[in-house]
Structures are given as C-alpha cells and as structure tokens.
C-alpha cells in the first residue's frame, strides 16, 4: 500500500525490518542474511548507494548486524558493525548508535 501513495522512501527503510523479523521467524535460507521475501540485502545496499541513501545503507547493516549477533556470528557482527561506523550520521535513532558501539 506505501508504495501504491508513491510512499517509496518509507517502503524501502522499512524493508530492512520487515526481513529481519521473517529471518527471525525462520523463513530464510540464510539467517544472517537478509534475503528472502521482502528484499536482497545487496540489491538494496547498491540502491542504497547510487541513490545516495546512507539511511537506508546504515539500517540495512544495523539489521544484518544484529542477526548476526542473535545467530552466534560475532566476528561477522563485528565486521558490519566496522562498514556502520557513521552510523551517528546516519541513522535516525540513538539506539542504533549505542547498538553499533557495543560491537
């Protein structure tokens, strides 16, 4: 329905979320991916890119970062929480800030 209201950018940042609730329920391949009904984390992260959304690339990482802490992948974890290091630019939230510090 956002997108029938051309509500495209509220559509694209909620993508992130929506995904990782489904890897949480269990419904992709790959847990500490997000990929699989609502989006392709690297389809979104190059739209991110050439549209110069550093939000919508901040939360993508935010989200995947956090499977990949709930799923055992610490390193992984901390890896992303490094490619999200201005994530105080680009976030909209305190809390994903204080989330990305702690990794």
Not at 49 to 77: H, I, T
């Amino acid at each position: 329905q956002a997108l029938e209201l051309n509500q495209t950018l509220a559509y694209s940042v909620n993508q992130p979320l929506r995904q990782f609730t489904l890897n949480l329920l269990g419904r992709s391949s790959d847990p500490v991916k997000l990929v699989g009904e609502v989006m392709d984390e690297d389809a979104l992260l190059t739209v991110a890119e050439e549209g110069g959304s550093s939000l919508l690339r901040s939360l993508v990482l935010f989200y995947r970062m956090w499977l990949e802490y709930l799923f055992g992948k610490y390193e992984c974890a901390a890896e992303t929480a490094t490619q999200n290091r201005n994530v105080q630019k680009d976030s909209a939230g305190r809390f994903a800030i204080v989330c990305n510090h702690a990794f």
